[in-house]
């Protein structure tokens, strides 16, 4: 069995999160992680997690949400006090999409460690073109506390190395069967598997064969056999790796 350990199922089009979780069924996928991007939408994630028991869900707001959104800490600890919320998140840095004087990013992104650590969940995160300050900032918040996912990993093994030395595991999407991802696949291949996870983020990073299409939880699988190929690994070892890792991480949250 697998694990989604990142996705968006609010998000995907022309589908419901029953059909698109009965077709990841279907292909030996058992739970699923539905990541927060913002908070006019999580009601409607928490509906999700209470009408299917294998969806777990998480609070935050994606680094590339407007900065007229404000946030502190005791409204993300409030909302987190949800029996399938299980993670704080996603946050992080985005200095790629979202440009100019982006302290408002940094101090958001460090109220997020900070409720994580209030309330001892782990943490998912973002980053993309701004990996020296999501280093800085992870350490001067002390996340190495709660530790968590670093989502969609796309740096190289000495980021690897310092995110994993402060309790963080590393999640593959899609990208790492792109043929150009040389780099991301050199990290796959030399990473311990106890600190591996698989991820889609569908409805976005469709994985080969079948990127440029949208996206779905049932994709994780060629993520695994692809890794599982580029380690000279079987899939099983893959998926058992990765599904202990998820619940290993999330040991607070009852595992089947």
């Known amino acids: 069995m697998l694990i989604d350990s990142h996705c968006h199922l609010n998000l995907v089009p022309n589908s419901t999160p ?8 279907a292909q030996g996928i058992s739970h699923f992680l539905s990541v927060s991007i913002d908070l006019e939408h999580f009601p409607t994630l928490l509906n999700i997690s209470q ?3 294998n969806v777990f869900i998480s609070v935050g707001i994606h680094p590339n949400t407007s900065s007229e959104v404000t946030i502190d800490v005791q409204k993300l600890t409030q909302l987190a006090d949800e029996p399938r919320l299980i993670a704080i998140g996603e946050t992080g840095l985005d200095y790629y999409r979202t440009q100019g004087d982006l302290e408002w990013q ?16 782990p943490l998912i995160i973002h980053c993309r073109d701004a990996v020296e300050d999501t280093l800085r900032i992870l350490r001067e918040e002390k996340a190495d506390k709660v530790g968590g996912i670093m989502h969609c990993f796309v740096e190289n093994w000495e980021v690897a190395q310092q995110v ?3 309790g963080f595991y590393i999640s593959f999407s899609g990208i790492v069967t792109f043929k150009n991802a040389k780099q991301l696949q050199a990290v796959a291949k030399q990473l311990p598997l106890e600190r591996m996870l698989v991820e889609t983020d569908s409805p976005y990073l469709a994985p080969v064969p079948y ?3 949208t996206n ?21 070892t893959i998926a058992q790796a990765t599904t202990a890792n998820f619940w290993r991480l999330f040991s607070s949250t009852k595992s089947p």
């Open 216 to 236: 779905q939880p049932a994709y994780v699988k060629p993520i695994a056999e692809f890794i599982a190929h580029l380690r000279d690994e079987s899939f099983e």
């Open 211 to 213: 990127r440029g299409q």
């Open 18 to 25: 029953e059909t698109l979780v009965a077709t990841a069924q």
């Open 51 to 53: 009408r299917l028991d």
């Open 106 to 121: 940094q101090q958001r992104f460090r109220t997020h460690i900070q409720a994580a650590r209030e309330i001892g969940k």
């Open 164 to 166: 994993m030395e402060m």
